[in-house]
């Protein structure tokens, strides 16, 4: 269907009717269906689509600051007196303890650290894989604490030869957004409505390349 406004709004409708009837999805336990999308909703990915040299440097310092900002919270934390960490793992109960935020706020130190190195380092297609990279494992990550596991091999996006050439002629005016009418796993489904909830852009091979990555990034990290 096209990328309009319209469009937009149907392709989300069908979306969230397509993780709904998955089969993987239904296998969900029922507390985490019913937050489900909220819990998607939520989700936010680790930079853009947008990694040319140009946005380099502007990008940069943006990073370093959020990387700074990381630490500050991090050392802040490992200056608090024992009955004060205390204290506060008490009210807040339902949320992560101090120490694992610490740790959580330095890991995030650690992987924008490594991306700056990247984007400093490297050709814009290096860069560009690194952060997409950093961005499916993310995601896969967030995934899988709502228990979707990362299955993609089955994925594909088939278009009749019509629909092909009907869309090559309007390529050029019309942007459109992935069939979904095709067979994909819930993983797949996900990242797509996570991309939409992001504002960025929705398509197919671009999804498909991020969780690819993302898994990777994940599987080369388990085997240090």
Known sequence: MPDTEVGRSL?????????????????????????????????????????????????????????DSYRRVANSIALLSEIDELLLDDAFQHSMSLQQQKKLMRQLVAEVDGLIGAMRQTPSGTSERFSLRLQGAGLLKQLGKLGVTCKI???????????????????????????????????MLCAMLVLFNNGQVVEWSYCRRLLKEGKKHLDSATTE
């Open 11 to 67: 392709f989300r409708e069908r979306l969230i009717a397509k993780i709904q009837q998955h089969r993987d999805f239904k296998a969900l336990p029922q507390e985490i269906q019913s937050s489900f999308f909220e819990e998607l909703a939520e989700l936010t990915l680790f930079g853009t689509n947008n990694c040319s040299v140009e946005t380099h440097s502007p990008r940069i310092r943006k990073l370093e600051k959020l990387a």
């Open 153 to 187: 091999n089955n994925d594909f996006q088939k278009i009749d030869q019509d629909d092909a050439v009907q869309r090559e002629k309007s390529e050029g005016a019309q942007r459109f957004l992935p069939d979904l009418s095709q067979s994909m796993t819930l993983a």
